[in-house]
């Protein structure tokens, strides 16, 4: 885990979560999951910004534009 990226609290009126995000690198590519269903690899060309939670785009239109 590396910098701090951002943190932001974001309310789904149902709950309230804090979303931190921190730059990281994989040593390996298969991941334990313990937040979420699923997750897979893609390139940010690939990304559906639309298909991601609203606390998530701002991060990942962040990080689409660090390449």
């Known amino acids: 885990v590396g910098d701090l990226l951002g943190e ?10 804090r979303l931190t995000v921190f730059k990281a690198r994989a040593e390996h590519r298969d991941l334990v999951l313990s937040e979420h269903d699923d997750q897979k690899w893609v390139r940010p060309e690939h990304i559906d910004i639309n298909t991601l939670s609203p606390a998530d785009r701002p991060f990942v239109k962040m990080l689409m534009t660090l390449g």
Do not use: A, P, T
């Open 8 to 17: 932001q609290i974001f309310d789904y009126q149902e709950k309230v979560i």
